[in-house]
């Protein structure tokens, strides 16, 4: 249900997009008819209203987007979380802590070879 909902709000915002963009250029028509010449005001501030509605609902649209994705991997998790038997779910004993940064793990590491002919590149 909520996955028809965010389809219709995108649907929404396509539709004020839309009635937006004709607003905009019949402001636009308007203003340029009344004056005399072209003036370039109108036309600049037209297409700056139409760079941020273009902005606008680029930004609502990936927002749904996003949100219609998120709903989806929920409802996956959702379903996977229910198939798994029981046994699988439940933690298992984790052995002892031998990473590489304990004091056994640094002084088993190997120590590198200097290779001979290699030094600074540049000396101040």
Same mark, same amino acid.
């Given at each position: 249900?909520?996955?028809? =909902?965010? *389809?219709? $709000?995108?649907?929404? =915002? %396509? @539709?004020v #997009?839309?009635l937006g !963009?004709? @607003?905009?250029?019949?402001?636009? $028509?308007l +203003?340029i008819r *009344?004056?005399e010449?072209v003036?370039?005001?109108?036309?600049?501030?037209g297409?700056v209203g139409? &760079?941020?509605?273009?902005?606008?609902a680029?930004?609502?649209?990936?927002l749904i987007?996003i949100?219609v994705? @998120?709903?989806?991997g929920?409802d996956? +998790?959702?379903r996977?979380?229910? /198939?798994?038997? &029981?046994? %699988?779910?439940?933690p298992?004993?984790a052995?002892p802590?031998q990473?590489? #940064? /304990?004091?056994t793990?640094?002084a088993a590491?190997?120590?590198r @070879? !200097?290779?001979p002919?290699?030094?600074? &590149?540049?000396?101040?």
């Amino acid at each position: 249900m909520r996955g028809d =909902v965010m *389809q219709w $709000v995108g649907r929404l =915002v %396509a @539709a004020v #997009f839309g009635l937006g !963009v004709l @607003a905009l250029l019949a402001a636009v $028509v308007l +203003l340029i008819r *009344q004056a005399e010449g072209v003036p370039p005001w109108p036309i600049l501030l037209g297409l700056v209203g139409l &760079v941020a509605l273009i902005l606008l609902a680029g930004a609502c649209l990936a927002l749904i987007s996003i949100a219609v994705s @998120a709903r989806r991997g929920v409802d996956a +998790l959702q379903r996977l979380g229910g /198939t798994l038997p &029981v046994a %699988a779910v439940e933690p298992e004993a984790a052995p002892p802590m031998q990473g590489p #940064f /304990t004091p056994t793990g640094l002084a088993a590491a190997p120590v590198r @070879a !200097v290779r001979p002919g290699r030094g600074l &590149v540049a000396k101040r």
